[in-house]
């Protein structure tokens, strides 16, 4: 007998399953991944929003934890994993992220990323499933320590585009989809695996759109990996886009040129008066990064309400990380 279980159990090593688990399928991550995306969504419940009442950014632990222990917080984990041709910041043991190119699934841009006061902010963290969001269907109800996973989960985060980041917010499927079509059916799927990894649920609307997308996509399943599939973007490089803006100015001054010759050039018209600039926001204010994460307004990117260079201890643009 003994001999047999030896003999399983060497089996098991060589093929990667888990001690004891010779005659079980591998386990699962409890995402649903491999599964066809629309049957996973059939299996979530609907119900209506629940009131965000109580939610702060701290309900879902502290931001950006290392929850993997791996020394590096986790904003900087899915940098490194997003980002390509990635520099490090000096003795940082490869964590933090001075400087890469990201291709935005959210866009299908190629972005410079450069970690700064001024240029942090173009690339963003993204939840897939916002947390606010989160909260209202299903979040109110896990444990602290689960929602802190949720939170950190790589599977449930992207970097993206600052400005799609911040266009999305806290909404779901029915408020907000990726201006990149390309990516929505994978982008749809992800939300399904979250939530059903989380237990969490849809309302009927969010439901709506979801199916909505999947029916272009009727083979799409829940990604079974972390990150983003290059082949699903719709790519519009850098350089794509310089050849572009140098060939619309070409145009632009062949035809300033040809008005110049044809016609005399006008008197020039006076100047616009300057417009008012508008006063800068002051109505809110976190004496430090403690009181901000209270009020669930963590990370306060420059430009948002509440942002002081005080709070910026790294002076990349992020306060409170």
């Not at 993204?126 to 950190?152: C, F, I, M, P, Y």
């Not at 849809?202 to 990996?225: F, H, R």
């Not at 109505?283 to 403690?290: A, K, L, P």
């Amino acid at each position: 007998m003994m001999v047999v279980l030896s003999g399983l159990l060497a089996a098991s090593l060589a093929i990667g399953l888990p001690v004891g688990s010779a005659y079980a399928d591998e386990p699962t991550d409890g995402t649903g991944a491999g599964t066809s995306a629309t049957e996973v969504l059939d299996s979530l419940e609907v119900k209506g929003r629940a009131p965000k009442t109580g939610y702060k950014r701290t309900q879902f632990g502290k931001a950006w934890a290392d929850v993997d222990h791996n020394g590096c917080d986790t904003r900087n984990d899915i940098l490194n994993r997003d980002l390509t041709g990635v520099r490090h910041k000096w003795r940082t043991h490869n964590c933090v992220v001075k400087s890469g190119k990201l291709h935005d699934p959210y866009t299908g841009k190629d972005i410079k990323f450069k970690k700064g006061k001024k240029t942090s902010t173009a690339v963003q963290i993204d939840h897939v499933v916002a947390l606010s969001d989160a909260w209202q269907k299903g979040a109110q109800k896990l444990s602290e320590e689960r929602r802190t996973a949720l939170a950190n989960d790589p599977y449930n985060l992207l970097a993206v585009q600052g400005r799609a980041n911040q266009k999305k917010s806290d909404g779901d499927a029915a408020t907000w989809l990726p201006s990149n079509k390309g990516f929505r059916c994978e982008y749809v799927a992800r939300q399904i695996g979250v939530k059903h990894k989380y237990s969490l649920w849809v309302t009927q609307a969010e439901k709506e759109a979801m199916a909505k997308v999947l029916s272009s996509c009727p083979t799409q399943t829940v990604p079974d990996y972390t990150g983003v599939k290059d082949s699903t973007a719709e790519k519009t490089t850098e350089s794509e886009q310089t050849e572009q803006t140098q060939t619309e100015q070409s145009a632009e001054q062949a035809q300033q040129t040809q008005q110049t010759t044809q016609a005399p050039a006008p008197e020039p018209a006076p100047a616009p008066a300057p417009a008012p600039q508008p006063a800068p926001q002051q109505d809110v204010y976190y004496q430090n990064c403690t009181a901000a994460r209270a009020a669930g307004a963590t990370p306060i990117y420059q430009g948002q309400p509440g942002y002081r260079s005080q709070l910026d201890r790294d002076h990349d643009g992020v306060a409170c990380e």
